[in-house]
């Protein structure tokens, strides 16, 4: 048997989010996307507590990649697991995994959009089963590839439609829940092989690092993420005051934004830049463009993905396809 302790902890964490962010339920409906893995199935159960103690109704998401042999089986029987736990009503959503960045990457694209597309047209709030230690692992993949402080700064709690209650939560937490109630989660095969960069983050990096540094890792990344996104947004905040200040129509003006320090030029212009349609835009794209403002010597454009460009004129910058 588990502790009760940790089904009490999974079970708080649920009720605790869900007051504070009640008001984005539509229709008096929530939803829980459910694998059948240890995270999903205490996440469900804390889930239709809380739900039916606000007089919601819940409704669980099984997202059947058809990536392995029996996977309807697997969704089957989550869906199940997931009625048997408390859920109102337990929908089974069929993708075709394809695409650009991988398998890994594919296969997320294709569940988010599944959940996403589950929602009614008003919107809604998905919860979402990731732990502390899925943070850390976030963590150090953005470590890794450098993508810079948004990437490090991991996943949020709350980033509408998804919601996150078991962040500040480690991984064994979730495994104890289910033995104290009693359920067999299911062991995807895909989280030994590997193959995937997150199963050897989770299976060799991070438990080397807590060998080498006497333990608390996990939860020192998930702590360094938190104050990364508490700076970001600051600095965000920043940003749209210098991008409304330096906003001329569809152009920017090049005199309001040489007068900001580089790193929120930079913040105001990837905001610019995404609203215009720019997709994909690196760090490297980010700099460029900014060279416009803060190193000018009459350089031409900057070609951005999608076929976009920005270039520099009479003082603006502008960007068209």
């Known amino acids: 048997m588990g502790s009760p302790d940790a089904l009490s902890a999974v079970r708080r964490a649920v009720r605790d989010f869900l007051a504070r962010h009640e008001y ?5 409906e929530l939803f829980v996307a459910v694998s059948g893995g240890a995270d999903s199935l205490a996440l469900t159960d804390a889930a239709a507590r809380a739900a039916h103690r606000a007089g919601l109704r819940l409704t669980a998401l099984v997202v059947d990649h058809r990536l392995q042999d029996g996977s309807a ?3 089957a029987t989550a869906a199940a697991t997931a009625r ?6 337990a929908r ?3 993708v075709t995994v394809s695409g650009p960045g991988g398998l890994e990457a594919a296969a997320r694209t294709a569940r988010y959009s599944a959940l996403r597309r589950a929602l009614p047209e008003e919107g809604g709030l998905v919860l979402l089963g990731h732990t502390r230690d899925d943070q850390a692992e976030t963590v150090l993949l953005g470590l890794g590839r ?3 402080p948004r990437s490090v700064a991991g996943m949020r709690p709350l980033d509408p439609p998804w ?5 500040a939560l480690p991984r064994s937490a979730t495994a104890r829940a289910c033995a104290e109630l009693g359920v067999e989660p299911w062991t995807d095969p895909h989280n030994a092989d590997p193959r995937y960069t997150r199963v050897r983050l989770r299976r060799e990096v991070l438990p080397l690092l807590e060998d080498v540094l006497n333990g608390g890792v996990a939860a020192a990344l998930a702590r360094t993420a938190a104050q990364l996104r508490e700076d970001s947004d600051a ?6 005051e210098l991008l409304e200040r330096a906003r001329d129509g569809a152009t920017l003006d090049v005199g309001v934004l040489a007068q900001a320090q580089a790193a929120l030029r930079r913040r105001a212009l990837r905001t610019w830049l995404l609203d215009a349609g720019v997709r ?3 760090d490297a794209h980010l700099r460029s463009v900014d060279a416009l403002v803060g190193e000018w010597r009459g350089q031409g454009g900057v070609w951005l993905p999608g076929n976009f460009e920005a270039r520099r004129s009479r003082g603006k910058l502008c960007v068209e396809a």
């Open 92 to 94: 089974v959503l069929t």
């Open 24 to 28: 984005l339920v539509a229709g008096g």
């Open 84 to 89: 048997k736990l408390g859920a109102d009503e």
């Open 73 to 75: 089986e697997v969704a």
């Open 235 to 240: 600095l965000d905040g920043l940003a749209a």
């Open 280 to 282: 994909e835009l690196t």
């Open 163 to 167: 919601g996150r209650p078991l962040l």
């Open 146 to 148: 450098g993508s810079g």
